[in-house]
């Protein structure tokens, strides 16, 4: 997760000061100093570090908090909300066009992920508002950028415009915006030129780009894990191009995390969307109040729920409730139950959206094996439908051959074989106790480790 190293300094802060029936000016200022040194660590800018602590600070001191019934508490409120705020507030909506189509421009240094983001976005918005995206491939310099836009096209099934690499880039967003209104493509995105460094030669070219295509969201595209440049580049990006919106991607990365604080504060412009992995479908509108509330170990159940409604098929889940009811609960139900969670994205993402998840014993250490995962999808793929309605008929020559089918061992089987029967076993006592438990065990055994 993003903001790993500052989550933990600043949960670990804010734990101190929870349970206190009294909360003096001397823990405020410890606690101050405490989250300057969270904060400047993950690379956030030391002007909007400075600002930021001050306000918590006097607000930490005043009536709000010294009249409240529970400080310690109101103390962390404190905190969220400011930390929202420093991210923008409230959430940034996008930007469409009254009169269609809706236009965006990508820009960026090279190697920010531009044209993966533009091909993103394009599927996220086709998805999410039955858009009609045509992208635009006019980054004519860097070698394969147009053949990379045209193969995520294709799996997309997204046209691509291009006219090669020996056309004026103007010349080719003008066209290409023609060819969206010949085939009433209602969303426009235009993937742009990088360079390795800013320079007045890609601005010019971005500024004409600009004037021909009037868009209505000029995204900058900035990689998460460059930290502190991240934000330079967006404040001399936006002094050019009037930027709408910044899309940080690489945000899932090992990255301290501070471009995503700084960018609103320094550059007055948003985030709007965020890249959360190298899938297509890893891209995801930004939430302050959602993001301040993960970094505070809040979890963000809002976005889970989003998540399970956009990929987990209701009918499914009401048969699935009804066998889990009858306790006829069989392999393949188990198979797919994992493959609906996998849609939702990574585990382990999944996990660290739940509130508290932090405070689980093991859970910073534990590591989703997704070949584990994959194991276990094998071996059930490798049974027959009767072995996977009736695991009991498995003997010992259908373990071998199971095993030799999935490529896996006998040991792998037996293991599987007795994590179901377990799993049932439970969902019986569970059902049988009326739901008594239900806080204590988990039926559902993964094979995490």
Do not use: W
């Not at 412009?269 to 970094?295: N, Y």
């Not at 999935?406 to 037996?414: E, L, P, Q, R, W």
């Amino acid at each position: 997760m993003a903001f790993e190293g500052l989550s933990e300094r600043l949960q670990a802060t804010m734990k101190k000061i929870r349970g206190k029936g009294k909360v003096s000016e001397s823990d405020v200022k410890q606690m101050g100093r405490e989250i300057r040194l969270a904060l400047l660590e993950a690379d956030v800018n030391f002007k909007v570090v400075k600002s930021f602590v001050k306000r918590v600070q006097e607000r930490a001191i005043g009536q709000e908090v010294l009249k409240s019934l529970t400080p310690g508490q109101q103390v962390i409120k404190v905190v969220k909300e400011e930390l929202t705020a420093l991210m923008g507030g409230e959430q940034t909506k996008f930007n469409f066009a009254l009169k269609p189509p809706t236009v965006v421009l990508f820009a960026g240094l090279q190697g920010a992920g531009k044209t993966t983001s533009a091909a993103k976005l394009a599927n996220y918005l086709r998805k999410s508002n039955n858009k009609k995206p045509l992208m635009i491939a006019a980054d004519i310099y860097r070698p394969a950028a147009i053949k990379q836009l045209q193969t995520l096209g294709s799996q997309l099934n997204i046209p691509v415009f291009s006219l090669g690499d020996q056309v004026n880039p103007v010349d080719i967003v003008r066209r290409g915006l023609e060819e969206a209104g010949k085939e009433h493509n209602d969303l426009v995105l235009i993937d742009t030129a990088g360079r390795l460094h800013i320079d007045d030669t890609l601005m010019d070219e971005l500024e004409k780009i600009k004037a021909v295509s009037h868009p209505d969201e000029v995204f900058l595209v900035v990689d998460a894990m460059t930290g502190q440049d991240a934000v330079n580049v967006a404040s001399a990006f936006n002094e050019r191009l009037d930027l709408t919106g910044v899309i940080m991607t690489k945000l899932d990365g090992d990255t301290r995390g501070g471009a995503a604080l700084s960018i609103r504060s320094v550059t007055g412009t948003p985030i709007k969307f965020v890249g959360t992995g190298e899938k297509m479908d890893a891209l995801e509108p930004f939430h302050p109040d959602r993001m301040a509330s993960r970094i505070l170990g809040m979890g963000d159940v809002l976005s889970l729920i989003e998540k399970a409604q956009a990929n987990v098929d209701q009918e499914k889940a009401k048969e699935m409730e009804k066998k889990i009811m009858s306790v006829s609960f069989t392999l393949d139900d188990f198979l797919d139950q994992i493959g609906q969670v996998r849609n939702m994205g990574p585990i382990q993402d999944l996990l660290a959206m739940m509130p508290g998840a932090n405070k689980f014993k093991g859970m910073k250490n534990m590591q989703i094996d997704d070949k584990k995962i994959d194991q276990v999808e094998a071996i059930i793929r490798s049974m027959t439908v009767q072995e996977k309605n009736d695991p009991d008929m498995i003997n010992a020559s259908r373990r071998k051959r199971i095993a030799l089918g999935s490529g896996t061992s006998i040991a792998d089987v037996n293991r599987l074989l007795k994590q179901f029967k377990d799993m049932k076993r439970m969902m019986k006592q569970f059902m049988g106790s009326g739901g008594k438990g239900r806080k204590r065990r988990n039926p559902f055994n993964l094979p995490f480790t």
